[in-house]
């Protein structure tokens, strides 16, 4: 009987603060206003990013339907190659057999820093393939070769002009950078100015572009079957002749992970710290299309999913559903 007690005294004791317990009085979700708070988000409006920059524009006018810092000039990163593909397929519409040229890659452009194609100097590669290798895994020594194999056959650049920059006064690619920079004036591409052949070039201060304007680009740029057939395209082989004849074969793999999703075809991305997560993307939903710039995302994969959540809210705004 004495071994009994101390159990019975336990039980009381846990009965006592755990099976009597009196019910929490209700939790108040009144709002407590504190000064610095920000409002209640909205349950309108477009949906909220990484993204410090975007423009959405449709694909068929070019009219642009909405955006949020659209028209404020930003670094760009690779999303400039859209305008070096551009011109070279411009010059291909009046001569085919330029994609049949061989490019020779220069020590230049061999010793590129940053993303690349996998070119080393003395590299023989043709221009059809090469245009691949330069916007598929964002080839930076691409930009270079293909800048200065094109380089003569542009106009230089002269003081006064507003292509005109100084700091590629002699440089095997001035020419073509100008040529850059008129063709995106042509185009009305107002707050766009090109410094490099493949990136943004320049200090910190000296921007390139706008979402705004990229988004333009893109859209002209689509207008050329085969820049569409490039940018599509997830993976594709090269073959390559180095400086003793030895050929080789590099695949190349596109770095836009919206290929994977049926509706995306296209069109490019790009990265820097300055520059930040960028992509530009071309979605079609039935006989709909919008072109999607997003600049400055806060990691590589949330332009993804920066540009999708516009997508989907900009293809409900224009009155698609589910299926």
């Excluded at 603060?17 to 407590?32: K, L, M, R």
């Excluded at 859209?219 to 050929?247: C, D, M, S, W, Y």
């Excluded at 080789?248 to 820097?272: A, F, M, P, S």
């Amino acid at each position: 009987m004495r071994r009994l007690i101390p159990i019975c005294v336990i039980c009381s004791l846990w009965l006592s603060f755990y099976g009597c317990q009196v019910a929490p009085a209700p939790v108040d979700f009144t709002p407590v206003t504190v000064e610095g708070i920000q409002p209640p988000d909205p349950l309108d409006g477009p949906p909220v990013v990484t993204a410090q920059a975007w423009a959405i524009i449709d694909g068929k006018t070019g009219n642009v339907l909405w955006h949020c810092n659209g028209n404020e000039p930003r670094k760009a990163a690779s999303t400039t190659k859209i305008m070096n593909v551009y011109l070279i397929l411009q010059l291909v519409k009046k001569d085919p057999s330029i994609l049949d040229e061989i490019v020779e890659v220069s020590e230049l452009a061999g010793n590129t820093g940053g993303s690349t194609a996998q070119l080393e100097a003395g590299d023989r590669v043709k221009v059809a393939e090469l245009l691949y290798g330069f916007m598929l895994p964002s080839g930076n020594d691409a930009g270079n070769a293909f800048a200065e194999h094109f380089n003569d056959r542009f106009a230089k650049p002269a003081p006064g002009d507003p292509e005109y920059y100084e700091k590629f006064e002699g440089d095997t690619r001035q020419n073509f950078i100008a040529q850059m920079n008129r063709q995106g004036c042509a185009l009305g591409l107002t707050n766009t100015y090109y410094r490099s052949p493949y990136g943004d070039g320049g200090t910190a201060e000296e921007f390139t572009t706008t979402a705004v304007d990229l988004s333009r680009l893109a859209r002209h740029a689509f207008k050329l079957p085969r820049f569409r057939q490039i940018v599509q395209t997830r993976k594709f082989t090269g073959t390559l002749q180095n400086a003793e004849g030895t050929l080789r074969q590099v695949t190349w793999t596109n770095t836009n992970q919206l290929l994977n999703i049926e509706g995306y075809d296209g069109v490019k991305t790009g990265t820097t710290n300055s520059a930040g997560n960028c992509l530009v993307a071309h979605g079609i939903r039935g006989q709909d299309s919008l072109f999607i710039t997003v600049l400055g995302s806060t990691h590589n994969d949330f332009r993804f999913i920066d540009a999708r959540n516009l997508f989907r809210w900009a293809w409900l705004q224009r009155g698609h559903r589910q299926p």
